[in-house]
């Protein structure tokens, strides 16, 4: 089966550094969402990719996180700095917009400790 | 916008009985609906999805729901639930229209089955 790779699994980070969680879309999925997952909020939409470009990052703290899609196999979630209360477990999930409608495939996530 | 209301963020049953999560959406366009399912320290995985058509969806593992619009809900069951459906459940929803076509979660369903 095909799958949506996330990168690292586990991340545990100094307040103040800067953090980079990496995602490998399925091949050929045009549509790439970022989410992340707390025990208080549950799942929230940070920011999702059509085509590599930005169509809503509205749910995403501007001030210190920054999403990108440098090519259609990659996928970046930047936090600089981090801070304690950005520790969560962090989903990307890919799909297919236009051919037919589905779920998306998430992966496994990256689970973010700041301390 | 649309939303989700996942009522009980607990539930437990018996093995053996019946399985019923209950979910209630809000949205502005008739809804596209899912119920994912996510086991401990994984991603989530996808259980059904009701796009169009026939209102009673069945999914993997013996789920089903089913839309019913004038109540605008999309409740999971299963007739008799096993040790190994307890997990968390998240039913989401999506209006895929136009641009905005991103998926949006309630907070949660953990369901604990009882021996």
């Known amino acids: 089966d095909a799958r949506v790779t996330q990168t690292p699994r586990h991340k545990v980070t100094e307040m103040g550094q800067e953090v980079t969680m990496r995602c490998q879309p399925i091949?050929?999925?045009?549509?790439v969402f970022w989410y992340r997952q707390t025990m208080m909020q549950g799942l929230e939409l940070l920011a999702y990719f059509r085509n590599r470009a930005p169509l809503d990052d509205s749910g995403m703290p501007k001030d210190r996180f920054s999403a990108e899609m440098p090519d259609a196999t990659l996928a970046t979630l930047k936090i600089q700095p981090s801070e304690p209360r950005d520790s969560a477990v962090y989903f990307c999930?890919?799909?297919?917009?236009?051919?037919?409608?589905?779920?998306?495939?998430f992966g496994s996530g990256t689970r973010l400790t700041v301390v | 916008a649309q939303s989700v209301t996942q009522l009980g963020s607990h539930v437990s049953v018996s093995e053996g009985a019946l399985v019923l999560l209950r979910c209630n959406y809000s949205?502005?366009?008739?809804?596209?609906l899912f119920w994912y399912v996510q086991y401990p320290n994984q991603g989530l995985q996808l259980l059904l999805k009701?796009?169009?058509?026939?209102?009673l969806v069945k999914g993997i593992n013996g789920f089903e729901a089913e839309f019913k619009k004038s109540e605008t809900s999309f409740h999971l069951t299963k007739p008799s639930a096993h040790m190994s459906d307890a997990a968390e459940y998240f039913c989401?929803?999506?209006?895929?229209?136009?641009?905005?076509?991103?998926?949006?979660f309630g907070k949660g369903t953990r369901l604990h089955i009882l021996p």
């Open positions: 009701y796009t169009t058509g026939a209102t």
């Open positions: 989401a929803v999506s209006e895929w229209s136009g641009r905005d076509d991103k998926i949006i």
């Open positions: 091949l050929g999925h045009n549509t």
């Open positions: 999930a890919s799909g297919l917009r236009g051919q037919g409608i589905g779920g998306y495939t």
């Open positions: 949205s502005s366009v008739p809804p596209y």
